[in-house]
């Protein structure tokens, strides 16, 4: 059963006062809905997530009591992601004809807070000033770089190019072009990972409605189609955060499970991809996750970078919507939020950022602690 | 600096041999497929195995990767004993101990900005804060100095 998405709402992400996590969320869903011609009640089914904004299904008491069957998806910044897999297999399954994907969230400013003991780590791993995420991004970075020669100009130049992206998306957080100089100079944040390398948690919503692919031309003229989506979490040995004594064989990473699946469930490979979205939590992320996905081999970043055939009119765009750099981290909606700019994409419907030459096919990629990686592969 | 041994505190139990004068890191290893995670665990995340010894790693190991936490972290969890205007930048990476595991580390080091993949370094076992009236143990790696 191939699965269609024939709706799609976002939220702008950013900082929104005075607006709740979960009216974000309502706000997309209402987008999504009116993007497909539906109705609330339409919807036989839905997946949510969110993780620090209100509960996803407490959503119906705004949406309207249904008695629809509604889950909440917890998983890490694979959150969205795991709402749309969900979905994606409730459908496949034969169960349902027609639901919805949502995801939200609104965090604190700051880095994100972690509770060790939460999170099986041991309050000692707290108290040492261990438990940042930013130093795993920053130690997986400087040693990727030690073995292929990557530079810091290379990181430099991925978040140029995701702001200068996230200039061109009006539902984008920051709009700032920020030059060469302006990054490269920002302050130390986790070394060799400056300031305006990384992303920062902050608010937004996004939601998808997904129907059987047989069904979808009833809806839209322009349905996009799933067809992959796949999480895997870590195996033993890949390096991931917080992991306080790591193997010394080294394992893939999820990530590369995760792609693999995908291609092979798609029946298409990397070369077959237009345009993708891949999870830049920092600047050094969307470089090992180019070539995890199977995009480039280790150390061919530089030449990608250099050569911009990751800009929108380059041979891969990657992120061009200005990824996580640009829009920010809420949680329950980043990963929707890259399938919701592919599915613009591959509608035509991109504005400014649109990619030349009518993309076909597009990739996301989110990944997130404690070492889980969701990926689709959709189509038109 | 609380003098008697009474008044040291380990920051937690099991993570390394305490008192000691010449203390170290406790792993386990797996009795079925021999692989050493740190700290100790009674199951292998390698084999799925529940059977596991522990045992004291090497003091010594090279460094893998590393990272320089440049802002104060937030409290709570942290409990170092900066303040916004005493906070310096300090390391953190992972040692590889030889034949063993690698183990996440705060690094002892007066420079970070000469932190290199593949030094040498040594394990340090010593007081990291003073909490009501005693000295909470924890451990650290530091450069072996050139001789």
């Not at chain 1, 929108?312 to 990963?335: R, W």
């Not at chain 2, 590889?96 to 595991?101: H, R």
Request: include cysteine.
């Amino acid at each position: 059963m191939d699965v269609a998405i024939i709706g799609i709402g976002i939220h702008p992400f950013g900082r929104t006062d005075g607006v709740t996590g979960l009216e974000q969320g309502v706000f997309a869903a209402r987008q999504a809905l009116k993007d497909a011609g539906l109705n609330w009640q339409d919807m036989q089914f839905a997946y949510g997530g969110s993780a620090a904004a209100e509960k996803a299904d407490t959503m119906v008491s705004k949406l309207g009591l249904t008695g629809l069957q509604f889950i909440n998806v917890a998983n890490g910044c694979a959150t969205g992601g795991s709402a749309l897999q969900s979905a994606y297999m409730a459908i496949q399954s034969g169960m349902f004809d027609v639901g919805m994907a949502v995801g939200f969230d609104k965090h604190p400013r700051g880095a994100f807070t972690v509770d060790p003991e939460g999170s099986g780590l041991g309050k000692w791993y707290g108290d040492v000033g261990m438990a940042l995420t930013p130093q795993f991004f920053g130690m997986k970075i400087q040693r990727y770089m030690h073995e292929y020669g990557i530079s810091e100009d290379t990181l430099t130049r991925v978040a140029v190019k995701n702001y200068k992206n996230g200039a061109m998306n009006p539902n984008a957080w920051r709009k700032n072009a920020f030059s060469y100089e302006e990054v490269a100079e920002s302050p130390m944040v986790c070394h060799p990972l400056r300031k305006y390398m990384f992303c920062s948690p902050a608010e937004g919503g996004c939601a998808m409605i997904l129907c059987r692919a047989d069904k979808a031309k009833q809806f839209t003229s322009n349905p996009v189609f799933l067809k992959a989506a796949v999480v895997r979490t870590r195996n033993f040995g890949s390096f991931e955060v917080f992991t306080q004594g790591q193997a010394l064989d080294r394992a893939d990473a999820p990530t590369v499970q995760a792609s693999r699946a995908a291609f092979e469930m798609a029946g298409v490979g990397p070369e077959d991809i237009d345009v993708a979205q891949l999870q830049d939590t920092e600047s050094g992320a969307e470089i090992m996750h180019m070539s995890e996905n199977g995009f480039c081999a280790d150390g061919d970043q530089e030449k990608w970078l250099a050569e911009g055939w990751t800009e929108i009119d380059g041979k891969l765009p990657v992120n061009t919507d200005g990824g996580c750099l640009a829009n920010g981290e809420p949680i329950g909606a980043s990963g929707l939020r890259q399938v919701y700019e592919i599915a613009l994409q591959l509608r035509g419907e991109a504005g400014k950022r649109q990619v030349p030459n009518q993309p076909k096919t597009g990739y996301t990629h989110v990944y997130g602690a404690p070492g889980l990686s969701g990926v689709t592969i959709l189509s038109r | 600096m609380a003098t008697s041994i009474a008044d040291q505190v380990p920051i937690a139990e099991g993570l390394f041999t305490w008192p000691s004068n010449d203390p170290r890191l406790l792993g386990s290893r797996c009795t079925n497929c021999g692989v050493v995670t740190f700290p100790a665990q009674s199951s292998c995340a390698a084999c799925a195995g529940t059977d596991t010894e522990t045992m004291e790693l090497e003091r010594k190991g090279t460094l893998w990767t590393y990272t320089i936490q440049c802002f104060l972290p937030n409290r709570p969890p942290y409990e170092g004993p900066e303040t916004p205007e005493t906070f310096r930048p300090f390391g953190v990476g992972y040692v590889e101990l030889p034949g063993q595991t690698r183990v996440e580390t705060r690094i002892k080091c007066d420079d970070p900005d000469s932190l290199r993949v593949g030094m040498e370094m040594e394990l340090v076992v010593e007081k990291f804060i003073e909490k009501d009236g005693k000295d909470i143990i924890s451990y650290f790696f530091q450069p072996v100095e050139a001789a």
